[in-house]
């Protein structure tokens, strides 16, 4: 069973960057697949960006690609969400997940603020 726990989050004005962090708990297996998703008040959830443990496999919603990069440090077994050239829209609480073929764990999340 993994554990997650999401930091980082804050608030910054637009253009600016931040660096969220996912530290895990318990092994994340090579099989895995890691994402960060977020929320928005009175939006759905959304997937924001994945990344295969193994590191074979990337994914990015258009419309944070070019901006966000995911990564995993296998060592300290942390998933990362490096973000530049936020925009306002991008304001919400930032979820971690691990999961096989679905997503079984979540992180308690962090909330992304960007002031216009």
């Known amino acids: 069973q993994v554990q997650l726990v999401e930091s980082g989050g804050g608030l910054v004005q637009a253009g600016g960057s931040l660096r969220l962090s996912c530290a895990a708990s318990g092994r994340i297996f090579s099989s895995y697949r890691v994402g960060w998703f977020r929320q928005a008040p009175g939006k759905e959830r959304e997937f924001v960006a994945g990344?295969?443990?193994?590191?074979?496999?990337?994914d990015y919603a258009d419309s944070v690609k070019g901006r966000f990069t995911i990564s995993g440090d296998n060592a300290e077994n942390t998933v990362y969400l490096q973000m530049s050239s936020l925009k306002p829209e991008d304001t919400a609480v930032y979820y971690c997940?691990?999961?096989?073929?679905?997503?079984?764990?979540w992180g308690q999340g962090t909330q992304v603020t960007v002031s216009s």
């Open positions: 990344l295969s443990w193994s590191g074979t496999r990337t």
């Open positions: 997940a691990v999961g096989l073929y679905s997503y079984d764990y």
